[in-house]
């Protein structure tokens, strides 16, 4: 009995992603083979899923689990806040892989006589009682009595036991065989290979990012490793924008989240969170208290650009660097969308431009029996009575968007807001209500702006 290891995903993946395991065993060809896929909350004994897998046409067995472990991750946001545990944007889990399948236990040794019945030698797992069925290598032709149903009457241990054919009927000891459950019960063998200490994280690649995704280059340990977000490494943002990253940093409990402005201030607070990812602000509503050089405050009314990176706490680079522009042209509105792009990170876009406000009233009404009054003998109608009567009134109010001129490259990253499951304006849910959205590129259009349609989430009451 041996299994193989075919492939399995990295350590650290995207949930939404492919997540496959695939195994090989010596024993895929016995009948009633399956590969048994256990998935634990890691380290623990809380079993989140249970696979009986058939071998594929190469007699692998393969499963994929991110329908399953995509449903234990969500998102964290933890607005006006510096750095947070981001508990719901990851999960941690075990992988256990067995078998199960028709075992046939075989004998070579001469049969023998156990007080009138019939003696197989052979190591087993019968227990008096059991029914089984013998097959014999002649196909039964020396000892018919022998082949076919029959009961266990006694063992000794597991290195034999005695069925209820009579030993009279044999007329050929040296006839080889073998016997299996009556039933067809299967033997299971589980937990032959154990992958621990797996990670999801809630994150979607493109189909080419994911064919060139490598968990090195998100785990913060380099100068050129990446947060957890698409956002471009240039990206522009008013002073009011808010932006939170999210981060993997493999459980280090202490680092720092540094800010450098075009004015050569260098600022930065720790990221103390004892997470494997954990979410950093740093948008303009940042803080970073700790003054390395120059003075406080990462965004002056004379900056330009700041850079934000990740380092361990003895300050060596262990993420890029990311550059934020401060945009300062001429607006009309102060609208920004906070959005959870593909990576589990929240950035936000600005909505310079005119904005514009529209709202749908529906009413749902039915007609009443109006009542009336009788005076002097005669009925009339109420002046104050009401034949048309509404009994459920909702408003429903949408505002169209636009944008300011922006790079092809925060064109490209806007389809992620539009796609998104989770959206804010100014800091309330809001829905996305575009269907559709034009690619636009700079090669064939200069300048660059988007629009885009919302509705609150939440509707307001009417006291109907």
């Not at 075919?6 to 492919?18: K, M, Q, T, V």
């Not at 590969?35 to 046409?57: A, H, M, Q, W």
């Not at 969170?273 to 700790?290: D, K, L, R």
């Not at 390395?292 to 405050?297: E, F």
């Amino acid at each position: 009995m041996a299994m193989t290891k075919i492939a399995e995903p990295f350590d650290f993946s995207p949930a939404y992603n492919p997540l496959r395991f695939i195994y090989d065993s010596t024993n895929k060809n016995e009948d009633g083979f399956r590969y048994i896929f256990d998935v634990y909350e890691s380290g623990t004994s809380n079993k989140i899923g249970e696979y009986r897998v058939l071998p594929n046409i190469s007699g692998y067995g393969e499963l994929d689990l991110s329908p399953l472990l995509s449903s234990k991750v969500t998102f964290t946001f933890q607005y006006g806040t510096e750095d947070a545990v981001a508990t719901d944007s990851f999960y941690k889990y075990d992988v256990k892989i067995g078998e199960e399948y028709i075992v046939r236990v075989a004998y070579t040794s001469s049969l023998t006589n156990n007080s009138g019945n019939v003696r197989i030698t052979a190591t087993h797992s019968y227990q008096v009682g059991d029914q089984v069925l013998i097959a014999q290598a002649d196909g039964g032709i020396a000892n018919p009595q022998l082949e076919g149903l029959h009961t266990v009457v006694s063992i000794t241990g597991t290195t034999d036991f005695t069925v209820s054919a009579l030993w009279a009927d044999v007329t050929n000891a040296t006839i080889d065989g073998t016997v299996q459950y009556a039933d067809n019960r299967k033997t299971i063998t589980r937990d032959l290979i154990t992958e621990s200490n797996k990670y999801v994280f809630n994150g979607a690649f493109t189909h080419n990012g994911f064919a060139s995704y490598g968990e090195d280059n998100y785990i913060l340990t380099m100068n050129n490793d990446f947060f957890l977000t698409y956002q471009p490494q240039t990206y522009y943002i008013t002073e009011q924008q808010e932006v939170f990253f999210n981060l993997c940093t493999a459980g280090v409990t202490t680092g720092f989240i540094v800010f450098e402005n075009s004015g050569g201030d260098i600022l930065k607070y720790a990221a103390n969170a004892n997470s494997y990812v954990f979410q950093a602000n740093v948008g303009a509503s940042a803080n970073p208290a700790i003054v390395v050089s120059g003075t406080a405050g990462h965004i002056k009314p004379t900056t330009e650009w700041y850079d934000v990176w990740y380092t361990n706490s003895a300050g060596s680079q262990y993420s890029a660097k990311y550059r934020f522009y401060i945009d300062r042209r001429c607006r009309i509105e102060d609208y920004q969308i906070i959005f959870l792009d593909r990576l589990g990170s929240f950035s936000s876009f600005a909505f310079q431009l005119r904005a514009y406000e529209r709202g749908v009233v529906s009413r749902d009404s039915y007609n009443q029996r109006l009542e009336g009054y009788v005076s002097g003998s005669r009925w009339n109608y109420s002046v104050q009575e009401q034949g048309m009567k509404v009994y459920k009134a909702s408003v429903e109010k949408t505002m169209e968007l636009n944008t300011n001129w922006m790079t092809e490259d925060m064109a490209e990253y806007f389809e992620q807001l539009l796609t998104s499951p989770m959206t804010f304006l100014d800091g309330y849910p809001c829905l996305i209500t575009d269907t559709s959205f034009e690619v636009e590129k700079q090669r064939n259009k200069k300048l660059i702006k988007k629009t885009v349609t919302i509705k609150l989430a939440n509707t307001d009451a009417i006291n109907v």
